[in-house]
């Protein structure tokens, strides 16, 4: 995978596969052949069958694994790539970490910029530019909007993601998981609470 | 309906990568390729037999020129396959494959990072 491998600051990039699926999608749509919305619901029927989708399994280590937590936190792309997981875009990955004083939450347009190989596709919400744009101006509000309210004096932080980085929040763990296992753990860890617009499931709550 | 056109595709294509519950895919992109084949074997522009016929050629004619032959480049086989198809359909032509492509490049270079992508008539250079 080279495609990736020159990047630039200022303008978006697409790979050449991209560039020719789009290109094919496009030209089919305006000859009637296919409809995008039809896409679309197919390619969500398979959000979670797309990439490795680890990112449920590198949280519960960090909450498991305190040198892994270390490690994550000061190198996510290296940490990720212990797991076995090798990927291009990996390379540029940051882990921010709640805390009971600071809560984090990630922005960005593209399906690009998102770090899909953990979190599966991008939510049609995230891509849409009101999440961005009052995520931004208004992150309290974005997070009452998906049921989240923090204390008043909890820092809320808000990550945009670069052409050459993108963010993992790492949540906090749940309490009363004291001795769960990794695969429990895990199972806890929600998309949205990866992206910080959700917190983990409590133990207990169904799922 | 898609459970059903999807489970369609998997049984008529015994390599397409899999679990035991369907398709998986390593990328986005795969899964777009993948919903554009399965749209338009939908609209009958042709079958799965012929597909895997299309795509065997594709796979061969790759491995004679180095392919790994492990999977992980199944999809950009099937890309290829579904770029030739519609061409041998005359549905779309090479060439306006080829516009389109770079207009979609030129698109890129000209949208600033954190904006959506969209195709505009200027990014069609005249030929």
New interface residues.
Partial sequence: MTEHDHHHHDHSELSETELRVRALETILTEKGYVDPAALDAIIQAYETKIGPHNGARVVAKAWSDPAFRQFLLEDASKAVGTLGHVSRVGDHLVAVENTPTRHNMVVCTLCSCYPWEMLGLPPVWYKAAPYRSRAVKDPRGVLADFGVSLPRETEIRVWDSTAETRFLVLPMRPEGTDGWNEPQLAELVTRDSMIGTGFPKRPGASS | M??AA?ARATSALPDLPR?D????????????????A???HE?G?FTWTEWAAALADEIKRAQACGDPDDGTTYY?HW?AT??KL?AAKG??TLE???R??D???HA??????????E?RPEDFRPS
């Fill in positions: 898609t459970d999807a679990d519950v369907g398709p998986v895919f390593r990328e986005p992109w795969e899964a777009q390729a993948f919903a554009i399965l749209s338009l609209r522009l950009r890309l579904l770029e519609v549905v779309v306006d494959q080829h389109y492509r207009a979609w490049d890129a270079d000209r949208t600033p990072h954190g904006s959506p992508i195709l």
